[in-house]
């Protein structure tokens, strides 16, 4: 990465990150039925229709106006604090008339208007919610002397989940990893930084079903922090050794890496979940699918000839057999490479990110193999899954 382009990351997070906490919960508040629906009825549309061209899921800001509602709401609650309106970083961002920042030209909402919404979404369903709450880990305190950016080096977190809070039954052995790096040291005005990639969860038990991952420092989440909350997916469970210890090939749970503000000299990190529980193993009802449309991308990009199998019945070698080995039954191979697919967002999967934008040093697919035409192939072999439960 361009350091240029690194100190330009940090100062977008730095000068619109902090403080943009809700104040009237210590955690993010979980998804919430009568909230969600007031707030899918009275700000929702008002949000799309006056803010979306920057805040929408590929504009520069917080993504408090995609088109999923419910990820819309979620990063919305971290923009108001009910207690007190008018301090709302909704209310002092429209009152500031921040889009100015970006087009000179562009009209934006009132603070009436905003007040009014809000208003209206307490009164109607937010009132009922629970003010915190969540599936969130115990804190781990950050190790001193973290990997540099420079060094291209990372040191790898990990969580017990049976240690959840509220706890979760069939977690016993799992865990959460995630590794991290400096991103940048403070000084000189700019704000310290970690990078964080590869996050995975590891089961022995059941398969899990998971949604939404939140990287809290100091128990805090920042909505601008906010790669991982659309992941959502089905982990295979793994064997147990006969320590206990849990072996499998756990897929990366999103290929993208997220960079996160530095809060303290001590910061402490939690993960925070919207869901996980134990789940049926997944399992592939469109293999035809897979055959036809994905099993010929892993030939022309060269996949087999690292990862094992194929036509050919290659070998595999090394890490990429370990970490996954594709020398399986095409149904098998479909499960694995569904299990590192994000449904919600298919260009940030493993199985695509890895190949064709070369990511975490991973070899990249040939030139033959252009970006665009597997991206929409593995879009409709998704459909077609979907389209069969």
């Known amino acids: 990465?361009?350091?240029?382009?690194?100190?330009?990351?940090?100062?977008?997070?730095?000068?619109?990150?902090?403080?943009?906490?809700?104040?009237n919960s210590k955690y993010w508040s979980p998804t919430c039925a009568t909230g969600l629906q007031a707030f899918a009825k009275e700000v929702h549309p008002f949000l799309r229709t006056r803010?979306?061209?920057?805040?929408?899921?590929?504009?520069?800001?917080?993504?408090?106006?995609?088109?999923?509602?419910?990820?819309?709401?979620?990063i919305a609650k971290e923009l108001v604090n009910f207690d007190d309106l008018p301090e709302s970083m909704f209310v002092r961002r429209v009152r500031s008339h921040h889009w100015l920042e970006h087009d000179p030209k562009a009209t934006g909402p009132t603070v009436e208007e905003m007040q009014q919404r809000l208003e209206a979404w307490w009164s109607q369903g937010e009132k009922d919610c629970p003010l915190s709450g969540g599936l969130v880990t115990e804190p781990i305190?950050?190790?001193?002397?973290?990997?540099?950016?420079?060094?291209?080096?990372?040191?790898?977190?990990?969580?017990?989940?049976?240690?959840?809070?509220?706890?979760?039954?069939?977690?016993?052995?799992?865990?959460?990893?995630?590794?991290?790096?400096k991103f940048n040291e403070p000084g000189n005005g700019i704000t310290g930084a970690y990078r964080f990639r590869k996050p995975r969860i590891g089961t022995g038990l059941t398969s899990l079903r998971f949604k939404g991952i939140r990287i809290l420092v100091n128990h805090r989440f920042n909505p601008l922090e906010?790669?991982?909350m659309r992941?959502?997916?089905?982990?295979?469970?793994?064997?147990?050794?006969?320590?206990?210890a849990i072996l499998g090939e756990f897929p990366v749970l999103s290929a993208e890496s997220l960079v996160v503000l530095q809060r303290s000299e001590n910061d402490s990190i939690s993960i925070a979940f919207d869901e996980l529980k134990a789940s049926t193993p997944i399992q592939c009802n469109r293999v035809d699918e897979f055959e036809r449309k994905v099993l010929p991308?892993?030939?022309?990009?060269?996949?087999?000839?690292?990862?094992?199998?194929?036509?050919?019945?290659?070998?595999g070698s090394g890490l990429a057999k370990e970490l996954f080995s594709m020398n399986r039954s095409s149904a098998e191979l479909c499960s694995q490479s569904l299990a590192r697919m994000d449904r919600s967002v298919p260009e940030s999967s493993a199985l695509f990110v890895y190949p064709f934008r070369t990511r975490f040093e991973h070899p990249a697919a040939p030139t033959s193999v252009p970006a665009s035409p597997v991206k929409r192939q593995l879009t409709e072999w998704l459909k077609a899954e979907a389209g069969a439960h």
Not at 1 to 23: C, E, T
Not at 146 to 170: A, I, Y
Request: net charge negative; charged share 10%; glycine share 12%.
């Open 1 to 23: 990465m361009n350091p240029l382009h690194r100190l330009a990351m940090i100062a977008l997070l730095g000068v619109s990150g902090f403080g943009l906490l809700g104040a």
């Open 51 to 74: 803010c979306a061209s920057c805040h929408d899921s590929i504009g520069p800001g917080p993504g408090h106006a995609v088109q999923d509602v419910e990820e819309a709401y979620g």
């Open 141 to 181: 305190a950050l190790p001193m002397g973290l990997p540099s950016f420079e060094s291209g080096k990372f040191t790898t977190l990990r969580w017990d989940l049976s240690r959840l809070t509220p706890s979760v039954p069939n977690l016993q052995n799992a865990y959460f990893e995630i590794e991290i790096q």
């Open 226 to 228: 906010n790669t991982y």
């Open 231 to 244: 992941a959502s997916g089905v982990v295979p469970v793994g064997l147990l050794s006969p320590q206990g």
């Open 297 to 315: 991308i892993f030939v022309k990009a060269n996949c087999f000839e690292c990862h094992g199998g194929g036509p050919a019945n290659m070998q």
